[in-house]
């Protein structure tokens, strides 16, 4: 059988998903859940409840053959089947092949610098993403891959040989339980792994209160960065938008002040990473 993968989306040109213009590619699928989780469509594989199939107002999400289809032209994008999904899925998902998204990469090789590959967590889909890099390669673009950190790296070993750089986020070293409600904790040392193999382009954490340690957390990670002065530290405070009714209840309380994310930004200068950089 042919080695396919549900993506979510697909972006064309994206200048936020590593350096210059890219084909940002979002692998459907994650091993964390994390309250603030902005795409949080793309954690689990749709179970066919059919709730969102009622419930779109122009009938382009459909049943047949005992799949979910989902029709693009129809589509008026109002999310709801998204903000209704109580599966933290998504209707709007297709299957690609290797060959089908090389093929959608090679339209745009002309205007980019590489592709990303995202999610969900795309490490979960190694083997097909190596596949896909190998052919990238041949094109003379660059591959990025955005992980949440929390991987077994001895089943990674082909990907990281193909891969050009990781953006790694470390969420929590000490609360990721609460944070991401997933019992995975090698975050800290997968980073260290690829700094020392100089697979790293940028380590991100978000800051939230009150759900993660963040002092020691920004000082963990900011001790180990110091000796890697390529490596981008970025500190991102926590937003509602985008975010489901429930995820804005949740976490309301818990956004910290600008004033305090640039403050944190001055300790890890401080205590020596050479790029910093924080999104207010
Ligand atoms: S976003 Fe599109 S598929 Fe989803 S409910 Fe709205 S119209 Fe239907
Ligand atoms: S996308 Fe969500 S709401 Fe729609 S059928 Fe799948 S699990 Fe149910």
Not at 49 to 76: H, Q, R, S
Not at 195 to 220: A, G, S
Not at 246 to 257: C, D, V
Request: one cysteine or more.
């Amino acid at each position: 059988m042919e080695n396919k993968a549900v993506i979510n989306k697909i972006i064309p040109f994206s200048n936020v998903d590593g350096p210059g213009n890219r084909v940002a590619i979002f692998f459907q699928g994650c091993n964390a859940n994390c309250i603030y989780c902005h795409n949080h469509e793309t954690i689990n594989m749709c179970t066919t409840c059919l709730i969102c199939v009622k419930k779109c107002p122009v009938g382009a999400i459909t049943f047949i053959n005992g799949k979910v289809n989902y029709d693009e032209k129809k589509c008026i994008e109002c999310d709801t089947c998204i903000k209704i999904c109580p599966n933290s899925s998504s209707p709007r998902t297709k299957e690609y092949t290797v060959e089908e998204l090389f093929e959608i990469i090679q339209e745009y090789k002309l205007f980019i610098s590489g592709i990303t590959v995202s999610g969900g967590e795309a490490t979960l889909r190694a083997d097909f993403i190596t596949e896909l890099f190998k052919k990238v390669k041949t094109l003379g673009l660059t591959s990025f891959v955005d992980t949440n950190g929390f991987f077994n790296k001895n089943h990674l070993s082909n990907l990281i040989q193909v891969t050009d750089k990781f953006m790694v986020d470390i969420k929590a070293v000490s609360q990721i339980k609460t944070l991401c409600r997933s019992s995975l904790e090698n975050n800290l040392e997968n980073l260290k792994y690829l700094l020392k193999l100089d697979k790293v382009y940028e380590v991100r954490t978000v800051i939230i209160e009150e759900y993660m340690d963040i002092e020691n957390t920004i000082n963990v990670v900011s001790n180990i960065l110091k000796d890697y002065p390529e490596v981008i530290y970025k500190l991102i405070r926590v937003h509602s938008s985008g975010l489901s009714q429930k995820q804005k209840q949740l976490m309301e309380k818990h956004i910290p002040s600008k004033e305090y994310v640039k403050e944190l930004a001055g300790k890890v200068q401080k205590i020596g990473v050479k790029k910093v950089e924080y999104i207010l």
